[in-house]
């Protein structure tokens, strides 16, 4: 990626961001959200979040793979569990890549 | 000029939760530097953008080789939750000149909303909430400024070798664990996931998007079937 597509994705990703942030505060009075959209904003997190973790442990190199051999699958289970009883961003880094090191450690090649 | 005691007590109620700041500022300054950008690009970045989260998933994309629009679409579809941070403080950051509400807008994080909020709906009294959440808001930015400029710093000492991009799954996994909430959204991530993965072949990412809002229709039907639970959310 060249240095000025890298910059104006900086600021494409920047001003737009800045726009939803800014759009209720700005509009205020003038406009609210209606109350559907307000109901469906409520789950793009949890769908798109889900939508970037999922393929990234199924597909580790690009293709399917369900094996024992996925250690990224594996590791990401764990991390899984991490994250569902702590919810902590941090501790389910750490463990997550503790178990994905310890599995290339012992069972790589 | 007096410092108002509103901007105090926000800066007051934000610091507990710099423990949650300051770790993932860090990670998102050294996942910076591990796919590639130098530092002052991965500061650019910090402070045009500030929002971690849409950071990482540009990382994630930038190494899967996306196209830069693809990059700039999920990007935003990760931010698009501010619209609802900004709906919801909007009464409470009112009478003021637009480029205060700009400045303002510019630094509400999810834990400047979740400071403020919390604090706004427990506090009886008259306060300025305005000055109470720029106390919140302006401490969480510079702590994350500085964080994720130790990150980027640090960043260089990370061998490649490590993985680290297996990090950016992983604190996703964090994130979207933290957004479920009940069964809808539980079910909007279900099906947001599974059609990321058999969507996986579509060109340029495109399953990425599709998946997102098939997600969120499916969240939206999930609480639709019960309409008499509303109410308890």
Redesign the interface.
Known sequence: MSKISLWLLFLAVGAGTFTLRFLFIYLFGKIEMPEWLRRALRFVPAAALAALVFPALTHPSGHLDLSLQNFRLLAGLGGAVVAWRTRNVLLTILIGMAILWTLEAVFGV | MKIKKEFVQGIQGALPILI?VI??AM?SGVAAVSVG?NFW?AM??SV????G??QL??F?L?TAGSP?II??L??????????????T???Y??KLS?WR??L???M?SDQAFGVSLSHFLATKEEIDHRWYYFGAALLIWVTWQVSAMAGALLGSLVPAS??FD???????????????RDR???A??????????LA?GLPYNT??VL??????A???WV?SLKPHQKAAQ
Do not use: C, D, H
């Not at chain 2, 999920?74 to 709906?87: D, E, H, K, L, Q």
């Not at chain 2, 950016?168 to 957004?179: E, K, Y």
């Not at chain 2, 998946?211 to 969120?216: K, S, W």
């Open positions: 949650g770790p993932f990670i950008l690009e650019g970045m045009i953008v500030f929002a989260a849409s998933v540009v994630q930038m830069w990059m700039v999920t990007a935003w579809v990760i931010n698009v939750r501010f619209t609802m941070y900004s709906a403080l909007a009464p950051l009112q637009t509400k700009a303002l807008a510019y509400l490590w993985g297996f990090a950016f799954p992983l604190s996703f996994m964090a994130l979207m664990f933290s957004a479920l809808p959204t539980v909007a991530a279900l099906t947001g996931g599974l059609t990321a993965v996986k399953g990425l998946a997102t809002f098939l997600g969120i499916a969240g939206y609480e």
